[in-house]
């Protein structure tokens, strides 16, 4: 656990600013995306205002234009996993993964409370509201609340034991659950079950919806099934066109029946499945759809991958409603003239504002964009699944992968006419009519899963490959190349920048390491940064950023003799990803898609004696809650003998994180609880004079 000290203590009062700091404006700024990560969920409330569920660290998001526009509403919610939502009254509930059970907002969502007494469950798939009742279906079978969430009691009677509920629906005084390939009936209130499977040959269960008498259940691999007297008997139904047999999601409203299916088809009957119509224009085939909801005139569809799509006139024709939904992970980005190009685990996405909105160009249904490249009007993309090019700033793609050792292209250069792609196993290769046709290039430099080629630079005649075995150099245009690592500790080199005669390198966990003498040897010039790995890095005249995976950015102005951080507004400090566009730095981050911040506020700046601490002080870790590891920072106002120790809810210490004298100053150190238990955890830190205490939770 490598600790940094930093002997600046903000942005604000621990530097001296050319431009004052206090303004509002100088911090970063979220853009409108990109939107990522599945939509489980959407509920409507009475006052029409529309709420979206995104699962993996997503969040709660609210719209009240019709999905003009989102907002996050996450305070209070302990886990963003967020699989279910109901509505009950103005009651807003959200059923989530990993432990954190079901949460209530009484007000819109403008803050959440956990409502989970009783419910024992980890995972609350679904949820549904009967009457005074709300139910959940979790992974340990369905839950009964007759008080708002206040408090829970199991409803499994007839139920196998730890049953996994996959979906609930409400028929008049009936509740239906669906459970593996059976569907089951309680007639009162979930205290019995009994299982309703007559003429049943379905696969596993993936959705139910229910309309007056008419129940309608969407199984995996078996297409759609119809009972109209309470599941005694099924029949199976398909829309003439349909082609696929995977039914992803179904909504009822009225007599209009919509089905999902996974290859991305949706269909719509007016008439209870006896006529169809096919979706139109707009609806992606790569998004299948999970979850449907009604507003009105209004019809909104979340997709695994593709955000929220909104119809207003009968699934005839689909248009993107996800501006706002910032929950993509970015993993590269690039420009040309003003488009700003967003590389995410999905997909590649557009912005011609300055990220005010974007737009999905469709390259992609779930491969990850690791890498981006652009040759005058050309856009390359490096991904799983080889490289693509783009001439029209995304609108259509070809895949220009012939002769690619490995499929895998986590790096890309440009170099003239020449196109290099770093691989991961397959080393590097060159296309010297972009892309059309590749050839290796790897004499020298070991290839094999463990020499992934995770960076690529080019210094005059020199180019630069960071892989995991260090730094190698090509004085030849890759036909010869040698290890250049002498000095270099950082086990992976995940980034470069050029600065006349300066290369520097972003390592994993190592920092950032300067060469002066074209990679022959290397200093680290980390004063300043924290222990995580620098996953990007990016300049702008003398000033260098570095993008980390744990910390935010941080920026340089004298080649590394010490890093400042910038973090000041930036919520999600993962970053992976930074471009410069125009007056701007963007960053794309973990989970929050892509943030933006004038180059200005953060140049601008110079060290000041005034810098150090004034009081003794432990900050609250991040990210909390955190899975597998976390920053932790505190402050020195003089020297001392201090240590930081972690302790679990029993008193007993599971690590010692510091345990020397240290100067004043500011300091960051890493918790890595991989081998720890999920739970609350407590970090103590002591000097001669003082101690404070935190809380932390560790959410597996």
């Not at 990560?37 to 660290?57: H, M, P, R, W």
């Not at 963003?80 to 939502?85: H, K, N, Q, Y």
């Not at 432990?99 to 679904?126: E, I, M």
């Amino acid at each position: 656990m490598k600790e940094v000290w930093m002997t600046t203590r903000s942005i604000c009062a621990a530097i001296v600013v050319v431009v004052s700091c206090s303004g509002a404006s100088a911090q970063w700024v979220q853009t409108g995306g990109p939107y990522g990560k599945g939509v489980n969920s959407i509920a409507v409330t009475a006052g029409t205002d529309l709420f979206a569920g995104i699962g993996d660290g997503g969040g709660v998001f609210r719209s009240t234009d019709n999905g003009t526009s989102w907002a996050a509403v996450n305070s209070g919610l302990t886990s963003l996993d967020v699989l279910s939502l109901a509505v009950s009254g103005t009651n807003i509930f959200a059923g989530t993964g990993i432990g954190g059970g079901v949460f209530r907002s009484t007000n819109n969502g403008a803050a959440w409370t956990a409502a989970t007494a009783g419910l024992t469950a980890s995972y609350v798939y679904t949820l549904a509201v009967k009457g005074t009742s709300l139910f959940a279906g979790t992974d340990m079978g369905v839950f009964r609340s007759t008080n708002n969430g206040t408090g829970w009691t199991a409803a499994n009677a007839g139920l196998p034991t730890y049953a996994y509920i996959e979906a609930l629906a409400v028929s008049g005084t009936n509740l239906f659950a669906a459970i593996g390939s059976s569907v089951y009936l309680s007639t009162d209130n979930g205290t019995n079950w009994t299982a309703v499977t007559a003429g049943w040959y379905g696969n596993n269960v993936q959705s139910l919806a229910a309309n007056g008498t008419n129940l309608f259940a969407g199984t995996e691999g078996m297409g759609a099934f119809r009972s109209t007297n309470n599941g005694t008997s099924w029949t199976s139904f398909w829309p003439p066109s349909a082609t696929s047999s995977d039914v992803s999601s179904l909504a009822v409203s009225g007599a209009n029946l919509i089905v999902g299916y996974q290859n991305g088809d949706v269909f719509l009957s007016p008439d209870n499945g006896a006529t169809w119509t096919t979706a139109g224009n707009g609806l992606p085939k790569y998004a299948y759809t999970t979850a449907f909801a009604f507003a009105g005139s209004h019809l909104f569809a979340g997709t695994v991958n593709g955000g929220v799509f909104l119809s207003t006139d009968n699934n005839a024709s689909w248009t993107q409603a996800s501006n706002g939904l910032t929950t993509a992970t970015v993993l590269s980005l690039a420009r040309i003239g003003t488009n700003l190009f967003a590389g995410t685990g999905d997909d590649v996405f557009l912005s011609t504002n300055n990220g005010a909105s974007w737009t999905q160009t469709g390259l992609s249904s779930d491969e990850s964009v690791y890498s981006l490249a652009v040759r005058g009007t050309t856009l390359f993309a490096g991904m799983h699944g080889g490289v693509f090019s783009s001439t029209n700033n995304g609108k259509t793609w070809i895949q220009t992968s012939n002769g690619l050792t490995n499929s895998d292209v986590p790096s890309l250069l440009v170099n003239g006419t020449d196109l290099f792609a770093g691989t991961y196993g397959g080393g590097v290769c060159l296309s010297t009519n972009g892309g059309a046709l590749w050839t290796a290039v790897n004499s020298g430099i070991p290839t094999g899963p463990s020499r992934g080629v995770s960076s690529l630079a080019v210094s005059g005649t020199n180019i630069f490959a960071g892989t995991g075995g260090g730094v190698y150099l090509s004085t030849n245009n890759g036909t010869d190349w040698s290890l250049a690592s002498s000095g270099l500790t950082g086990p992976t080199v995940w980034a470069f920048a050029v600065s006349g005669g300066n290369l520097f390198a972003g390592t994993q966990s190592g920092g950032v390491f300067l060469s002066t003498n074209n990679g022959t040897t290397w200093n680290a010039v980390t004063l300043g940064l924290p222990s995580s790995s620098v996953n990007a890095l990016a300049l702008s005249g003398t000033s260098l950023f570095a993008g980390t995976g744990s910390s935010g950015v941080f920026v340089t102005t004298n080649d590394g003799s010490n890093w400042i951080p910038a973090n000041s507004g930036l919520v999600d400090i993962g970053v992976y990803a930074l471009a410069l566009s125009g007056a701007n730095l963007f960053a794309g981050t973990t989970g929050k898609g892509v943030w933006m911040r004038p180059i200005s506020e953060m140049t601008s700046v110079r060290l000041s004696s005034e810098a150090l601490p004034t009081e003794f002080s432990l900050q609250q870790n991040f990210p909390n809650p955190f899975n597998p590891s976390t920053t932790i920072r505190y402050e020195l106002p003089h020297s001392s003998r201090v240590s930081l120790k972690v302790y679990n809810t029993l008193g007993q210490e599971v690590a010692t994180l510091v345990n020397e004298t240290k100067p004043a100053g500011v300091y960051t150190v890493e918790f890595d609880a991989r081998r720890q238990a999920s739970g609350v955890y407590y970090y103590r830190l002591f000097s001669v004079s003082s101690v404070e205490t935190r809380k932390m939770i560790l959410m597996r």
